[in-house]
Every structure is written in C-alpha cells, then in structure tokens.
C-alpha cells in the first residue's frame, strides 16, 4: 500500500519545494524592487547635512589688503588664507600646532594660524610670509636666512621667519640660549638650528642702534 503511494508523495514533495522557493524568489525582488526605489526617493529629496555650518561674512586684512570672504565659523585661519586667498607660502604641517610651519603674525605676535578661527581676525592685521618684503627689498631676516644658509628643504622655512620676527618684536633674542628657548615651538626635521639662531642674532644686530 505505502509502495503504491510513494511516488505520488515524492512528486508532491518536490512540486511544494519548488512552489515554496519560486514564492521566496519573488518576495526578494519585489523587496529588493521596494528598496531601491525607497533609495531612488530619497536621493530626490536632499537632506540637509548637520556637519555644514551656515557661512558668515568677515573681512580680513591680510598683508596690507582688506578681503571680504564668507566661511563657516570653524574654518581655521590657516584653511582661509591658503584656499582663499591663495597664500600658500603659509604652511600646512601637522596642523595640531605642534609644528610652527604655519606660524603668522596677528598685529605683530606670532601666532599658529592651525589653532586660530578666522573670524576672530576681522579687526587684526595679519602678516604672512608673502607681506614681509617690500617689492624686491627682502626682511633683514629673510636676507639673514639666505646668507646663513637657514633652511634646507624650506618646508618650515616660513613658519620659521615669522616666528623669528615675532620673538625679535618681543625682545626675547638677547642670547643663544633665549633664541632656542623661544623658537623651540617651530621644528626643523632637516635640522638647521644653528643656522636659524645665527640669522636672528645677525638680524637682531643689524636693528640695534649704531654706537659711536
């Protein structure tokens, strides 16, 4: 008796996988189909992005020269001045201010323009490496770096000059030692120290007052 219906149960078995596997098939595409046009909608209907801050107007005096720009409130003074501007003699090292290849000078102090906002500079008179020579007339320490051989690569080389003009406008290069104390903020990985010390001693003396 069970011999004579065996055949019949397997054909029943197999016609039930097959009509269970072609239903699972069909719900995947029309899953899948659902999906994509859930995507499609989506991409239709921008969503406005939290990490996008509103832009803001700040006029910047940059060298001499007063710029209107907009940019978000956490741009960085470094990120404006290069992408701006355009004044990419101002370094981007490892913008954590743990380098002083950025360093610029707000009303005369040096500054890592990394860790600094530009909208905080609309009133400020902010000096770059571009702003110290007049015309072909270089900066006593630019023409100082040239003639002591201060730089190698000259990747630091103009965080170096501003941070050696801030520290000579604060009167902190009485010695060697107060030199390399002050300037220990701008790293040099070709290692030009000496050099560097030398040309702000050199600048240093070619400010002071004549005697005699």
Same mark, same amino acid.
């Given at each position: 008796?069970?011999?004579?219906?065996?055949?019949?149960?397997?054909?029943?078995?197999?016609?039930s996988? &097959?009509?269970?596997?072609?239903?699972?098939? *069909?719900?995947?595409?029309?899953?899948?189909?659902?999906?994509?046009?859930?995507?499609?909608r989506?991409?239709?209907?921008?969503?406005?992005r939290?990490d996008?801050?509103?832009?803001?107007?700040v006029?910047?005096?940059?060298?001499g020269?007063?710029?209107?720009?907009?940019?978000?409130?956490?741009?960085?003074?470094?990120?404006?001045?290069?992408?701006?501007?355009?004044?990419?003699?101002?370094?981007?090292?490892?913008?954590?201010?743990?380098?002083?290849?950025?360093?610029?000078?707000?009303?005369?102090?040096?500054?890592y323009?990394?860790?600094?906002?530009a909208?905080?500079? *609309? &009133?400020?008179?902010?000096?770059?490496?571009?702003?110290?020579?007049?015309?072909d007339?270089l900066?006593p320490?630019?023409?100082?770096?040239?003639?002591?051989?201060?730089?190698?690569?000259?990747?630091?080389?103009?965080?170096?000059?501003?941070?050696?003009?801030?520290?000579?406008?604060?009167?902190?290069?009485?010695?060697?030692?107060?030199?390399?104390e002050?300037?220990? *903020?701008?790293?040099?990985?070709?290692?030009?120290?000496?050099?560097?010390?030398?040309?702000?001693q050199?600048?240093?003396a070619?400010?002071?007052?004549?005697?005699?």
């Amino acid at each position: 008796m069970s011999s004579d219906h065996a055949p019949e149960r397997e054909l029943e078995d197999d016609v039930s996988r &097959r009509d269970f596997l072609q239903q699972a098939a *069909g719900s995947l595409v029309v899953a899948g189909a659902a999906g994509g046009l859930s995507k499609a909608r989506g991409a239709d209907v921008e969503s406005p992005r939290p990490d996008r801050l509103a832009a803001v107007a700040v006029t910047l005096q940059v060298n001499g020269r007063k710029h209107d720009l907009k940019v978000e409130p956490r741009v960085t003074l470094l990120d404006a001045l290069r992408e701006q501007l355009g004044l990419t003699g101002t370094k981007k090292g490892c913008d954590h201010g743990q380098c002083g290849a950025c360093t610029v000078l707000i009303d005369g102090r040096r500054v890592y323009s990394c860790l600094t906002l530009a909208v905080m500079h *609309g &009133r400020a008179r902010v000096t770059t490496i571009e702003g110290l020579a007049d015309g072909d007339n270089l900066h006593p320490l630019q023409a100082a770096f040239i003639e002591r051989d201060a730089f190698q690569c000259g990747y630091c080389t103009s965080g170096q000059i501003c941070s050696g003009i801030g520290l000579l406008n604060e009167g902190h290069a009485r010695s060697e030692a107060e030199i390399r104390e002050q300037m220990s *903020g701008n790293i040099c990985r070709c290692g030009a120290y000496p050099n560097i010390v030398a040309a702000i001693q050199d600048a240093r003396a070619a400010a002071l007052p004549k005697r005699g």
